[in-house]
């Protein structure tokens, strides 16, 4: 039985207008299922009898189950575009019209969750979902680049323009998965706060230098099937639950997630089903096993890195160095972590908001008291970091990583000790390290 109230014509009442209520039916149970049962479960038949529709008049307004999903994700975009720009229109000073932008961004997410939660989540179970966020991403980095238009000062770089508008992103979704997506709207002050500590001339500097300097790693060696670089020793696994994970790896590296099943894995790793079964509950435990691997040992590299600087802010740029050079120097992880790692669905994103806020814990315990930021400076930075190193590796720059390091740093430092402190530390590790 439909949940939602049927239109039916009559005398006065175009066809028309039934047939746009009923593909607003059609939106608005897309919306409700997912929230429900996810994306995956979605299907032509559901949405219809939810909407109140027969599968024909579905037929009539979309192709399939994607073309509504994104139709759906479309819509929500507008809508909270529009918001945005209304509210951000009935403000003067530049700042306030900014500060308005966030609220309006907030007051959607917070009021409408269910349609964030699509949009923001769900839509990463699609492969034409991914490809829109981007470009949605594109749209929030127009407006968020308008903003300063009416400023003062110069105008960032698009590079800090994409972290603020990611950081943002990030901290919703994070409020989305917490399920405390109200707290947004006394979130949005402090989210402004941060994001206006980002643009500056030593931003502009910094970024300017990530793009023309040397890098760290200029010449990155390529992967070999393990998922380590070549040129060094690639030791054969010695035990069981090891050689199923390489098995994962190198079929997941050279084939995508989709290929892999439990028969194939088997075969290349040389177990039977039993003994497989013995190990993993399955496809996705197996492959967020070897993911989590890779990942737990350059975190350790990262923090070594960190721990051996004079102080905290330098020890920022030689964590996140070691982290661009480790990914740049194995292609294998970067394919995983940043492109296969979104094809199982929203439980991949769940960890990936799991792994940064480890590293936001990290980077803020190891902070003297005077210079920590903020629990939501630091994680919108952290959000910020990944974003971009995703952009990078998605769109094949993998050998411009090393170069991002201090544009990388100065995301996370500016906020917490300004930006001409951030770009002195920046300067001074790079001078050490050269």
């Given at each position: ?133 981007q470009h949605t991403n594109g ?272 995301l996370f430092l500016a906020p ?19």
């Amino acid at each position: 039985m439909t949940n939602y109230r049927q239109l039916k014509p009559r005398p006065g009442r175009s066809g028309e207008a039934v047939a746009q209520h009923q593909r607003a039916r059609l939106h608005a149970a897309t919306i409700d299922l997912v929230a429900e049962r996810g994306y995956p479960s979605l299907t032509v038949t559901g949405i219809a009898r939810a909407a109140g529709v027969s599968t024909h008049t579905f037929y009539e307004n979309f192709s399939d189950k994607d073309d509504c999903f994104i139709s759906t994700y479309d819509l929500i975009v507008r809508h909270t575009a529009r918001e945005v720009l209304a509210a951000r229109r009935r403000e003067r000073d530049w700042r306030e019209k900014a500060r308005a932008g966030f609220l309006a961004f907030a007051k959607e997410v917070a009021g409408k969750p269910k349609a964030a939660r699509l949009a923001l989540i769900e839509a990463f179970a699609s492969d034409a979902g991914i490809a829109r966020m981007q470009h949605t991403n594109g749209l929030f980095e127009t407006l968020v680049d308008e903003s300063f238009d009416e400023s003062d000062g110069a105008k960032p770089p698009p590079l800090i323009v994409k972290a603020i508008v990611a950081g943002a992103i990030r901290i919703a979704r994070a409020r989305l998965l917490a399920g405390q997506e109200q707290q947004l709207a006394t979130d949005a002050d402090e989210l402004m706060h941060w994001a206006l500590s980002l643009p500056s001339d030593a931003a502009t500097e910094v970024v300017a230098g990530a793009s023309r300097g040397p890098a760290a790693n200029s010449q990155p060696a390529t992967a070999n099937g393990n998922g380590r670089p070549q040129g060094q020793a690639t030791e054969e696994p010695q035990d069981e639950r090891a050689m199923i994970l390489v098995a994962t790896t190198r079929l997941a590296a050279t084939e995508g997630y989709a290929a892999l099943t439990p028969p194939r894995i088997r075969a290349a790793a040389g177990v039977s089903k039993r003994r497989f079964s013995e190990h993993f509950d399955g496809v996705y435990d197996c492959f967020m096993a070897a993911l989590q691997l890779r990942v737990e040992e350059i975190l350790e590299r990262a923090k070594e890195a960190h721990l051996s600087a004079e102080s905290w802010p330098r020890g920022i740029y030689r964590t996140l160095a070691t982290t661009c050079n480790e990914i740049a120097d194995d292609p294998v992880l970067a394919r995983l972590a940043f492109v296969e790692i979104f094809v199982p669905g929203r439980e991949t994103i769940r960890w990936r908001g799991e792994l940064m806020a480890r590293q936001t814990a990290f980077f803020r315990r190891t902070a003297p008291p005077e210079l920590r930021p903020s629990e939501l400076e630091a994680e919108a930075s952290v959000g910020a970091v990944w974003a971009i190193l995703h952009q990078f590796v998605a769109s094949g720059h993998l050998r411009s990583l090393p170069r991002l390091a201090g544009a990388l740093t100065y995301l996370f430092l500016a906020p917490a000790i300004g930006a001409e402190e951030a770009q002195a530390a920046i300067q001074a590790e790079q001078a050490s390290t050269t």
